[in-house]
């Protein structure tokens, strides 16, 4: 009975979230949903592609629909290491890491990236995000 009473009967609001035109996979990446949280988009993985993990500021969690990729990444002895990630596999690649390498091991690879947006700008000293008002209170 508790369950019942916090279930929300109103129409659900989509107006914070833009949700991609159904396309044909005709370029590599296809936006699913972008909202003021997370970005997710579909991978078509035909050949390798070199993510800027630094530059999207957020981890990316990556969830392979078909096929098999190989995730390759520099390891802390600068030697290249890679994941190989299996249909239905996910991986997590720490926010830390500068890029990555996807290569597709299977003809039909697909992966569903996710990312936590970062809203605000960047504080090149501390690598953290200023967001607005309540730092400009913190700073005086």
């Given at each position: 009975d508790e369950a019942l009473d916090v279930i929300n009967y109103e129409e659900y609001d989509t107006s914070a979230h833009i949700k991609a035109a159904q396309?044909?996979?005709?370029?590599?990446?296809?936006?699913?949903?972008?909202?003021?949280?997370?970005?997710s988009s579909e991978i078509?993985?035909?050949?390798p592609v070199k993510v800027d993990v630094e530059a999207n500021g957020s981890f990316i969690v990556y969830m392979c629909l078909d096929g098999e990729a190989s995730v390759q990444y520099e390891g802390d002895g600068g030697d290249a290491e890679n994941v190989i990630v299996g249909k239905g596999?996910?991986?997590l690649v720490p926010a830390a890491m500068k890029?990555?390498?996807?290569?597709?091991?299977?003809?039909?690879t697909r992966l569903l990236a996710a990312t936590v947006r970062r809203e605000g700008e960047l504080d090149s000293y501390t690598g953290e995000v200023i967001s607005g008002e309540d730092d400009a209170e913190d700073a005086q």
């Amino acid at each position: 009975d508790e369950a019942l009473d916090v279930i929300n009967y109103e129409e659900y609001d989509t107006s914070a979230h833009i949700k991609a035109a159904q396309t044909a996979p005709a370029s590599l990446v296809r936006d699913l949903v972008i909202s003021p949280e997370f970005n997710s988009s579909e991978i078509f993985l035909d050949s390798p592609v070199k993510v800027d993990v630094e530059a999207n500021g957020s981890f990316i969690v990556y969830m392979c629909l078909d096929g098999e990729a190989s995730v390759q990444y520099e390891g802390d002895g600068g030697d290249a290491e890679n994941v190989i990630v299996g249909k239905g596999e996910t991986v997590l690649v720490p926010a830390a890491m500068k890029t990555v390498i996807l290569v597709p091991m299977k003809d039909g690879t697909r992966l569903l990236a996710a990312t936590v947006r970062r809203e605000g700008e960047l504080d090149s000293y501390t690598g953290e995000v200023i967001s607005g008002e309540d730092d400009a209170e913190d700073a005086q």
